[in-house]
């Protein structure tokens, strides 16, 4: 009491010495006492503290320095108690006009307009001074790279925020989107790691849950325990508007598809397209619309397909570029599903007709080498496209490492097909250019595989098997040990991260790699592990591109009764071979030849 009295008395005569004093020994005051004040021990609460605190004492030593009137003092004590209030507000929710902000990123993200989402978090970057604001806007972040198909800096975006600024209820959910993007990157065992290991989870978090652990199991094969996992969690869930539906009713559909049950995979599938039109999310739309689409054409329901596609076209923004390239690839993969090549060809040329001036450099540079691969793989390929792709070469050399390889390889994915029916001609030249700087980015690959971090796992994956392709250009220094143990790893690899059906799909690569090395005795172990593997698998988790290959390789170690099984089963699938590779294609037409129908 004494203390008070002596502070309403420095107050009354606005002694600023005393004042400073009292501020002084309140502080020390305030310090020791920390513990007492158990909420304070959470930065949130007491960044907060400490703001509030310090505003009222500068305001009030301001005062007592006679600087500012008694009016003037009121009026900042009046703000300080609204700052105040704002403050308190502001703990758990973001408030306006900062809500604002964020719910219009948002919509931009989910229309999958990631230009226009990536220039506002540019232009509004400066106002996250605050934690839970930071870490919205991390999330938010994290979405737009994945627009960009970039799950590793998506998930280096959210691994840079401190956890200890959240509350229990948002460790729980920032936790589950760490598994949600281990699930992204491939590591599915430290994914379920983290999901088995949650806390404090309800509502959403409950299907997004369910959902990250129905594909840890789904990549093990075990499409029984995803599909138990999906049902146990939508059965009591009735928000028909949430985002995490969507990918729970098309998982299902696929598991359905997958089981031979098609009623229940249309619907499920439909479900799918009309949770995603009510979420408002372009990229869910997109992905429901498309299965359901290919489902009917799969079945041979091409009117159903069609009204489909007439309904799905409704939600298209045709001011949208990545509607419109949604939009013709659904168009391809339909026609092909249909082997209507003039259709293709049409498509191709509408799409470049409506799509190219709008796109960037970067993104007309990538539709070209896809256009490439779609004529290649359709057999559509004329000399004059591929005199076009060699006479902007020089704007390849000068990409990203990941686009750079994957259009070079392309391109000389097609040349050497070429080369080996001797119908290379012209392009000679252009395809040692092609080789040459090919092999020259092997010592780049091998420094950015060094440089990636543990949890890209699939990325890790892929440029270990894209090195050992790579060793094929250049046959005099091919080293054939290496290559083959390096796919074994690989395939090691993947079962330790729980990838078992990438692992099985490793196994497959290990026998091309044996069968072009002509070693059968390897093709032979190889093969007969896969066959047990596979065993253990539920027929509909067998994909189609297995029985080709499998029938193959079997085929090359004098298999042919598994040979003919195997080959058999694909044409059962119904699937058209125009989905695939040409070096699929080429496999299922030689195998065409050699089998007895």
């Not at 226009?116 to 604001?133: G, H, Q, T, V």
């Not at 089981?259 to 599938?269: D, T």
């Not at 896969?530 to 029985?547: D, N």
Request: glycine residues 4%.
């Amino acid at each position: 009491m004494q203390e008070i009295d002596v502070f309403l008395s420095a107050f009354e005569s606005r002694d600023a010495i005393g004042i400073g004093v009292i501020i002084v020994l309140f502080l020390i005051a305030g310090y020791r006492g920390f513990k007492d004040f158990h909420f304070l021990s959470h930065p949130r609460y007491r960044i907060k503290a400490i703001i509030g605190a310090g505003i009222f004492f500068v305001t009030l030593f301001v005062w007592s320095m006679r600087w500012i009137s008694d009016f003037t003092f009121f009026i900042l004590l009046l703000l300080w108690v609204e700052i105040l209030l704002l403050m308190i507000l502001s703990l758990k929710k973001i408030i306006w006009p900062f809500s604002h902000i964020f719910s219009k990123i948002l919509l931009s993200i989910k229309a999958g307009d990631d230009e226009r989402a990536k220039n506002l978090l540019s232009c509004y970057s400066w106002f996250c001074i605050d934690p839970l604001m930071q870490y919205e806007w991390r999330l938010l972040c994290a979405r737009n790279h994945l627009i960009k198909e970039n799950p590793k800096k998506a998930f280096e975006t959210i691994l840079s925020f401190d956890e200890k600024y959240l509350f229990e209820e948002e460790k729980a959910s920032f936790n589950l989107t760490k598994a949600e993007y281990f699930v992204l990157l491939g590591n599915y065992k430290g994914a379920l790691e983290v999901l088995f290991n949650l806390k404090n989870v309800e509502g959403d978090l409950i299907l997004r849950r369910a959902h990250a652990i129905a594909i840890c199991y789904e990549m093990r094969g075990d499409i029984a325990a995803a599909s138990d996992t999906l049902i146990s969690a939508i059965s009591s869930f009735t928000n028909s508007s949430s985002e995490s539906l969507p990918p729970i009713f098309n998982d299902l559909g696929q598991m359905r598809k997958l089981e031979g049950n098609s009623a229940e995979a249309f619907h499920y599938y439909e479900k799918a397209a009309h949770s995603a039109v009510a979420a408002g999310s372009k990229h869910l739309l997109h992905v429901s619309y498309q299965n359901l689409i290919e489902s009917n054409a799969l079945e041979g329901d091409f009117t159903t397909a069609e009204k489909w596609i007439d309904d799905y076209r409704t939600h298209i923004y045709f001011t949208n570029v990545n509607d419109l390239l949604e939009f013709f690839n659904l168009q391809l993969a339909y026609y092909r599903q249909k082997s209507d090549k003039d259709k293709i060809i049409l498509i191709l040329e509408k799409g470049r007709s409506a799509l190219y001036s709008k796109l960037t450099d970067r993104q007309k540079i990538k539709y070209d080498i896809d256009e490439l691969r779609i004529r290649w793989n359709s057999q559509l390929l004329k000399p004059s496209y591929l005199t076009h792709i060699e006479q902007q070469f020089d704007k390849y050399l000068q990409l990203d490492l990941t686009l750079r390889y994957y259009s070079l390889n392309e391109i000389n994915r097609v040349l050497r097909e070429l080369k080996i029916s001797g119908q290379l001609g012209i392009f000679i030249a252009f395809h040692e250019r092609v080789i040459s700087h090919l092999n020259g980015m092997e010592s780049e690959i091998e420094k950015h595989l060094l440089s990636l971090p543990e949890f890209c796992v699939d990325e890790k994956c892929y440029w270990v098997k894209e090195l050992m392709a790579l060793q094929k250009n250049n046959p005099n220094n091919y080293n054939h040990e290496k290559v083959l143990k390096s796919l074994i790893d690989l395939k090691e690899s993947r079962m330790k991260y729980g990838n078992y059906l990438a692992g099985l799909d490793a196994g497959l690569d290990i026998c091309d790699e044996a069968m072009y090395q002509q070693k059968k005795l390897i093709v032979t172990n190889y093969l007969q592990q896969t066959l047990k593997e596979i065993a253990t698998l539920p027929v509909y988790s067998i994909r189609s591109e297995w029985y080709i290959r499998i029938a193959r390789y079997a085929y090359d170690v004098g298999q042919t009764r598994c040979a003919n099984e195997m080959f058999n089963n694909f044409l059962r699938s119904n699937v058209s071979i125009d989905h695939f590779a040409f070096w699929i294609k080429g496999y299922h037409d030689f195998l065409s030849t050699h089998l007895i129908p």
